[in-house]
């Protein structure tokens, strides 16, 4: 399959273009901030009315990296949900979806700023988990060591040819990996900016997402 593969504190990982990461030796499949609900949330308070099609096409997404992988645990990190009551609004027909991609699956929920308490849907919640050498958690610890969390939705920007590209990315040193967002209405912060560029240490990579992810020296101001 196409991804970006590397190791982290001994354990083999790939980046998929799509912004999942895969772990073979676990059959695990990792993706983080989904906000899933966040067109209803933002046309609860009062935003814009943005088209309700994030969470399907989000959705869609994950069965397919699903598929493809064979995953038998997914681990989820962090702002799976826009917030909680973007959970509890989650169509019928979307919930039943989400049943269907758990099931004969170990799924685990971790808790994240936007949904920080428990999911009320099938699989584990946790705060954050130990799987052999890695951490996983939602928010980066200033001084963890093999740690994969997510929150920060990076992106990279960068001029190609001469033209300006931006895109989602995956941040990588020696002690850590920072998750793009997955989900479809989800912004980002450019990696060159703080904290980013602060708890990437030297040498930092960047692993565009995209058909067929690459790794660049992560930019930096």
């Not at 912004?19 to 989904?34: I, K, N």
């Not at 989820?76 to 027909?93: K, T, V, W, Y």
């Not at 997510?150 to 002690?175: I, S």
């Not at 930092?204 to 020296?217: F, H, N």
């Amino acid at each position: 399959m196409s991804g970006y593969s590397f190791d982290l504190y001994g354990a083999g990982l790939t980046a998929l273009g799509s912004g999942a990461l895969w772990w073979p030796e676990r059959q695990a499949l990792c993706v983080s901030d989904l906000h899933l609900g966040k067109s209803e949330r933002i046309a609860r308070r009062g935003g814009a009315a943005l088209p309700p099609y994030e969470t399907r096409d989000t959705l869609a997404r994950l069965a397919s990296d699903l598929d493809r992988t064979g995953a038998r645990t997914v681990i989820c990190l962090g702002d799976s949900f826009d917030d909680p009551l973007a959970m509890q609004a989650l169509p019928r027909q979307d919930r039943l979806w989400i049943s269907t991609l758990q099931a004969g699956r170990r799924w685990i929920w971790i808790e994240g700023n936007h949904d920080p308490g428990p999911v009320d849907l099938s699989g584990t919640h946790l705060a954050e988990l130990s799987l052999g050498p890695l951490q996983f958690r939602h928010i980066a610890a200033a001084e963890a060591k093999g740690e994969v969390s997510g929150h920060y939705h990076p992106k990279v920007r960068l001029r190609l040819r001469g033209r300006a590209l931006q895109r989602p990315a995956f941040l990588l040193d020696r002690d850590r990996l920072i998750l793009p967002a997955y989900g479809t209405y989800t912004g980002g912060l450019f990696c060159d900016r703080p904290p980013l560029a602060d708890l990437i240490g030297d040498p930092g990579l960047a692993i565009l997402t995209g058909a067929q992810p690459r790794a660049v020296p992560m930019p930096r101001s």
